[in-house]
């Protein structure tokens, strides 16, 4: 199973930046995906996934501004960033967590980088 993210980029704060993440391989099963992200010398934080059915979870700072979705045929999933500040720069991963025996898996990304700066 392979994670592919794409989208990351320069912005300036206020701008909007589109991630995208394709899963690839042999899936039977996903629970959630969402996006992760690390800043320096920071720990790694969820900042939205999406769960079967559809329902998202966003970190606070995010709420209002970002959007994660899905496309569950591609087993892609979307982060659309709008308002973006200087505090969103960050390395962005995407996740996938699969059911496993008895446990959840966990997949990642290569990591997409994101910085908001004028």
């Known amino acids: 199973v392979q994670l592919q993210a794409s989208g990351g980029g320069l912005v300036q704060p206020g701008g909007s930046l589109r991630l995208s993440c394709a899963a690839s391989?042999?899936?039977?099963?996903?629970?959630?995906m969402g996006w992760y992200r690390q800043a320096p010398g920071k720990q790694r934080e969820l900042v939205a996934s999406?769960?079967?059915?559809?329902?998202?979870n966003y970190a606070g700072s995010v709420k209002g501004r970002f959007t994660c979705s899905r496309d569950n045929a591609k087993n892609t999933v979307f982060l659309q960033m709008n308002g973006l500040k200087p505090e969103d720069t960050a390395v962005y991963y995407c996740?996938?967590?699969?059911?496993?025996?008895?446990?959840?898996?966990?997949?990642w990304g290569q990591g997409t980088l994101v910085t908001v700066s004028s």
């Open positions: 999406i769960i079967n059915g559809g329902k998202t």
């Open positions: 996740n996938m967590k699969v059911p496993g025996y008895g446990i959840v898996l966990d997949y």
């Open positions: 391989g042999s899936i039977p099963s996903i629970n959630s």
